[in-house]
């Protein structure tokens, strides 16, 4: 990688020789090997002894989860915050395992839509609540750096899923509770095209 990020540094003009970017190349690869780490993480390590069985059923939220991604179109960061709720059918997760698994999901080159998916599929999976639902909210600086479409560089997006789907009265309670900074998320697994980045240029 090292060898790249030296060619990388020429391409654009630089000289990758120059004292200070003589270290370069060893940072970049071991900011790359963290922000990437989650391709190695075994979900079910990372949620190891900490399902626990319950014999009741309420709505359990960790809001303001903070995350930081890869877009997969331009390797620029998005990031902001992740809100997880889900209704218990008669499993628990631990909740400092929620984040936990926020990172595994966010440390990987991603579009936004798909990590809220995956974030809320994994939970459905592994505990089979009532229903799930996980909502993002985020920065692309792909977009906000280069100046394209400032108006979208901020996106929210959601996945529902069980009761969070089907009863409305689930899905607003969750939402009140969390306050988004912005409008309404578009409710549903699919993000309209332009709400997120879309890599189109
Ligand atoms: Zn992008």
């Not at 809001?63 to 620029?76: A, R």
């Not at 999976?125 to 750096?145: D, F, R, W, Y």
């Not at 409305?168 to 969750?174: D, K, L, N, P, V």
Request: with cysteine; charged share 25%.
């Amino acid at each position: 990688m090292q060898d790249l990020i030296r060619q990388l540094l020429a391409e654009i003009g630089e000289d990758p020789s120059r004292d200070g970017l003589l270290d370069t190349p060893k940072r970049v690869e071991k900011a790359y090997r963290f922000l990437t780490s989650g391709y190695d993480a075994d979900i079910d390590q990372v949620l190891n002894g900490a399902l626990f069985a319950v014999d009741y059923s309420e709505m359990v939220i960790v809001k303001d989860i903070d995350f930081y991604s890869l877009c997969e179109h331009h390797l620029l960061p998005f990031f902001g915050k992740c809100h997880v709720a889900y209704i218990q059918r008669d499993r628990v997760i631990g909740l400092s395992k929620i984040p936990r698994l926020v990172d595994v999901f966010s440390r990987r080159l991603q579009v936004q839509e798909r990590l809220t998916n995956q974030i809320a599929e994994t939970i459905q999976a592994k505990i089979v609540p009532l229903g799930v639902a996980v909502v993002m909210e985020a920065t692309h600086l792909c977009m906000s750096m280069r100046g394209v479409e400032k108006q979208n560089s901020f996106a929210v997006t959601s996945a529902m899923l069980g009761a969070f789907r089907t009863a409305s009265r689930t899905r607003m309670e969750f939402l009140e509770l969390i306050k988004l900074r912005s409008a309404t998320p578009v409710l549903g697994r699919g993000t309209p095209a332009g709400l997120a980045c879309v890599g189109e240029d």
